[in-house]
């Protein structure tokens, strides 16, 4: 509390603080209207999902015919919703089991390959000196504006046909069946992941301090060495971030899995079965409401578990650019 | 009747394939590039042994082998890239320009089809309304309640209440919204909290997913509750990066919380606010999940990426579906370069 002088930057009508009684009530007012506004918001941010959570939870007949709000008056308990969802094997009831073992089958590679591949990309970027090298980071950055929707006709092609040249098959079809389908989907993911990845990597490592790299090849150590040994640790941070973007990503993607992985329970994920459900079954409120929540609970726990290097990666990434 | 674990097992199989592809490639890569190099040194320091023996002029020492490290680091990258991004890119431009089978040349013709046709216009006209309205709305959002939350108690908690959607699905998003949307009809108990709030309030309850052009608006909602948390979380970051001494000023200058917040928080958040606003709109042009799930693009819902699915992968549109596709890249360009100046002239000042 120094004596500030008045800035110029405020450069407005100097107010003298409240004195009167009236500015003192508009003030107090002020407050409670701010604390009302932020829980309304907060309500219309909350309320949907906790209705949902409840009606996962209650009996078939009572989500048809009464509004969830009535569960408080009239409480009515339930698991019957996620064993039928989960585990029921009739057509209709979901089999969501068999989709989320399929979530998993397409999330794990899809998120390890590309934050590999980048990470070395990213260090070969920042730290190796080659010619040209700033335009490989320049082509690489401007691909993340692609949308992924130009590539997906003739990725598509790639598989199903292969690569022909002049009327000569140079690369064959992958003719893949049932679950080997799942190569397509991590291929599709990895190579859609990668700009963004080496730009985000790249902002990591290429801000490591350059001496400890000098010291490193002073004392003799190769680049695949410093990788391993000095930068990796480093980077776990930004690693981490990535790999909780690129979990949310792939398990939450719909349109990546419908084309590359079809619409089966061999390989299909729980969002493209649940996308179905809710278009073929969009009264049956007792699977919707439990598969939803099935299919929210891992990404919830990943996010709520790592929150603090994902709001760290979201601000790296988006505003130091 | 019970589910069958033993009927899951080749996925698990699969999924053991792909991870010790993923340990050999990887593995097998640095590996190769440690083994390899070292191997030439020691061939290297047997010569100078031999060389100092017999007295011969010792071999200079050979240049730094950096490009070498270089490729190899960046082959899988850059050949993932090439092959799942590049060349595909470039023949979906080459396929707008032809028919539905891909076989001959039509010109301009989808372009043409695609502002002509009465159905794909209301669909772009639909994506206007979901690129103007989503980023403003879900920035609005965030920053009122960024700046509400800001030092209350409590503010670690608040502040995820809004951030949570951002781990949900479309998909799922889009069924928490359709069940408060869903609908009883008129006299029936009603199940969904939208329609029991105006029936509650004494008027009719409506299917709003079908009526035209609401339901796009309500469609937004859906896309505004998910991004919101973004906007808040990166301006909540700018608010609190606000220098305290120029708080401190404004404070003792008695200046009023909205003047406050006009003069000082906007300016100062300005940059952080351009990139919110931008990548909010990036990420709307491509929204495809929040349609498909909630209407599948009927009722007059549809949006650019839902129509190009429609045409490439139901219709077998491909021509059609490519021209969508590409336009879509033609209307993110604008938008990136300008994000691109952003940030340059953020890096000069």
């Known amino acids: 509390m120094t004596t500030a002088t008045p ?3 405020v450069g407005t009508t100097r107010t003298d603080a409240p004195k009167t009684v009236a500015g003192r009530v508009r003030k107090r007012l002020n407050s409670r209207t701010a604390t009302l506004v932020s829980i309304i918001i907060a309500l219309f941010w909350t309320v949907p999902t906790f209705g949902l959570f ?9 989500i048809k015919t009464t509004g969830w709000w009535t569960f408080f008056t009239d409480p009515q308990f339930t698991l019957e919703n996620y064993q039928q969802v989960l585990f029921g094997r009739s057509s209709s009831s979901g089999q969501l089991a068999s989709y989320f073992i399929n979530s998993l089958a397409i999330t794990i ?3 390890l390959f590309p934050i590999a591949f980048a990470a070395l990309a990213a260090y070969a970027l920042a730290w190796i000196n080659f010619r040209g090298r700033e335009w490989v980071y320049i082509a690489i950055f401007a691909l993340q504006i692609v949308p992924l929707q130009m590539a997906l006709v003739p990725l598509l092609k790639f598989f199903s046909t292969g690569v022909t040249v002049a009327g000569i098959q140079v690369l064959p079809a992958w003719d ?8 397509q989907v991590w291929f599709a993911h990895t190579c859609f992941a990668l700009p963004f990845a080496v730009f985000l990597l790249h902002n990591f490592i290429s801000q490591l301090p350059g001496d400890l790299m000098e010291a490193a090849r002073v004392d003799g150590a190769s680049h695949p060495k410093i990788f391993r040994t000095i930068v990796l640790p480093l980077i776990t ?18 349109l990546v899995a419908l084309i590359f992985a079809g619409g089966g329970d061999e390989t299909a994920p729980l969002t493209v079965r649940l996308a179905e459900m809710a278009g073929t079954r969009g009264n049956e409120w007792q699977r919707l409401t439990a598969g939803a929540f099935v299919s929210i609970v891992v990404p919830l726990i990943v996010f709520l578990s790592l929150q603090r290097y994902f709001v760290r990666g979201l601000l790296a990434g988006s505003v130091k650019g | 009747m019970e589910f069958d674990f033993a ?3 080749p996925k698990f199989l699969m999924l053991m394939y792909g991870l010790i592809a993923f340990v050999a490639v990887v593995g097998g890569l640095l590996l190769l590039l440690d083994v390899v190099p070292a191997w030439f040194a020691r061939r290297r320091e047997a010569r100078l042994v031999a060389a100092s023996a017999s007295g011969a002029p010792l071999p200079r020492r050979p240049k730094q082998r950096e490009g070498f490290f270089a490729l190899f680091f960046l082959l899988p990258a850059l050949l993932l890239l090439t092959i799942g991004l590049v060349v595909p890119a470039i023949r979906t431009v080459l396929l707008s320009l032809m028919d539905s089978n891909s076989t001959n040349w039509v010109g301009l013709h989808n372009y043409g089809w695609m502002f002509s046709d009465g159905a794909i216009v209301r669909v772009l006209i639909n994506s206007l309304v979901w690129v103007i309205l989503v980023p403003l709305m879900a920035t609005a959002f965030g920053l009122i309640y960024a700046v509400l939350v800001d030092r209350v108690r409590f503010e670690a908690f608040a502040k995820s209440l809004i951030f949570l959607p951002m781990a949900i699905s479309f998909v799922g998003a ?9 609908y009883r009809g008129d006299g029936q108990e009603q199940i969904g909290l939208l329609n029991q709030i105006v029936v509650s309030l004494g008027g009719e309850p409506k299917q709003w997913l079908l009526e035209s052009p609401l339901n796009t608006l309500l469609l937004i909602v859906i896309m505004v509750w998910i991004q919101a948390g973004f906007a808040m979380v990166v301006l909540s970051a700018a608010i609190k990066a606000i220098p305290a001494d120029i708080i401190e000023a404004a404070r003792l200058d008695g200046v009023s919380p909205w003047q406050m917040f006009w003069q000082i928080t906007m300016p100062s958040i300005r940059p952080a606010l351009i990139v919110v606003v931008v990548t909010i709109t990036i990420a709307t042009l491509k929204v495809f999940d929040i349609v498909r799930t909630s209407t599948n693009g009927n009722y007059e819902t549809s949006v650019i990426a839902n129509e190009m699915y429609n045409q490439a992968f139901r219709y077998g549109e491909n021509g059609q579906g490519s ?7 033609i209307l993110v360009i604008p938008v990136v370069i300008y994000q691109i100046r952003n940030l340059r002239q953020q890096r000069k000042g």
């Open chain 2, 7 to 9: 009927e899951e097992q």
């Open chain 2, 174 to 182: 889009s069924i928490i919204w359709k069940f408060v949307y869903a």
């Open chain 1, 237 to 254: 941070p930004a690693l981490a971030a990535l790999g909780i973007f690129q979990f949310l990503w792939v398990w939450n993607d719909l």
């Open chain 2, 323 to 329: 021209a969508l596709a590409v336009f879509l890249f």
């Open chain 1, 7 to 9: 800035t110029v930057a």
């Open chain 1, 176 to 183: 893949l069946v049932d679950e080997q389908k799942f190569a």
């Open chain 1, 54 to 62: 409840i009606s996962s939870f209650r009996p078939e007949d009572q």
């Open chain 1, 109 to 111: 590679p899809s998120v």
